[in-house]
């Protein structure tokens, strides 16, 4: 049984740009969802994607977005940058929307 | 509103002591309580899940939805149980499973 792996592991951006992270779920997990953990914080709700459909979405302004393709792997892209998105973004899999989610090790990004 | 609350930012407890990590919550549905746990340098783990209603590593957490809690508790602390915990919830049975989480209690446990 393979885990959930994200890629990259750490990531170093100016305000403005534009990022993709990515995800790959669990063998045999349809359900993934994204999260922003920022220093000192437990980590915040972003959106889940179930069999490529948006499932739910946290408080994110719409330039988070995201993709679920046809194998299950995700996509988050931010747009425009800012400095607060500076955190650790969580990727977790799981074989239904409410079921035990995996987590992945996270992408740091860094704004600068 | 949705909450969780973990007041410990840190506790620190000699090997051998009991552990009680307290989390309360604010929920207006059916919620699902977990624990989930962060080694150093290891990814958010899941530890124990209300419905399986395991021992894990001898931890354990009973539901007390009178006063909207689920503390994790452990008879005798271990070295190796140092670690960031956090604890979260669901809406149990729902379509879609955001969890929402705690900010953590940081665990060391001293020799």
């Known amino acids: 049984e393979t885990g959930v792996t994200q890629s990259p592991t750490h990531l170093i951006k100016t305000r403005g740009q534009q990022v993709t992270l990515r995800c790959s779920s669990q063998s045999g997990h349809n359900t993934v969802s994204w999260y922003q953990q920022a220093l000192g914080q437990g980590p915040q709700f972003i959106f889940q994607y179930y069999r490529e459909e948006e499932n739910g979405r946290g408080n994110f302004p719409p330039r988070f977005s995201g993709l679920q393709f046809p194998n299950y792997s995700s996509e988050l892209n931010v747009n425009a940058l800012e400095l607060d998105d500076s955190a650790l973004y969580l990727c977790a899999s799981s074989d239904a929307g409410w079921d035990t989610q995996y987590f992945g090790p996270g992408t740091r990004l860094t704004v600068l | 509103a949705q909450r969780v609350t973990q007041p410990e930012k840190l506790l620190s407890v000699f090997k051998g002591a009991p552990v009680e990590l307290k989390c309360n919550y604010s929920?207006?549905?059916?919620?699902?309580l977990f624990w989930y746990v962060q080694y150093s340098r290891q990814r958010l783990q899941l530890l124990l899940r209300?419905?399986s209603r395991e021992s894990i590593k001898g931890f354990t957490a009973d539901l007390n939805k009178g006063e909207t809690s689920f503390h994790l508790k452990k008879p005798f602390a271990q070295e190796e149980d140092s670690a960031m915990y956090y604890c979260?919830?669901?809406?149990?049975?729902?379509?879609?499973?955001?969890?929402?989480f705690g900010k953590g209690t940081k665990l060391s446990v001293k020799p």
């Open positions: 979260a919830l669901t809406n149990y049975g729902g379509s879609q499973g955001n969890l929402i």
């Open positions: 929920y207006s549905g059916s919620p699902e």
């Open positions: 209300h419905i």
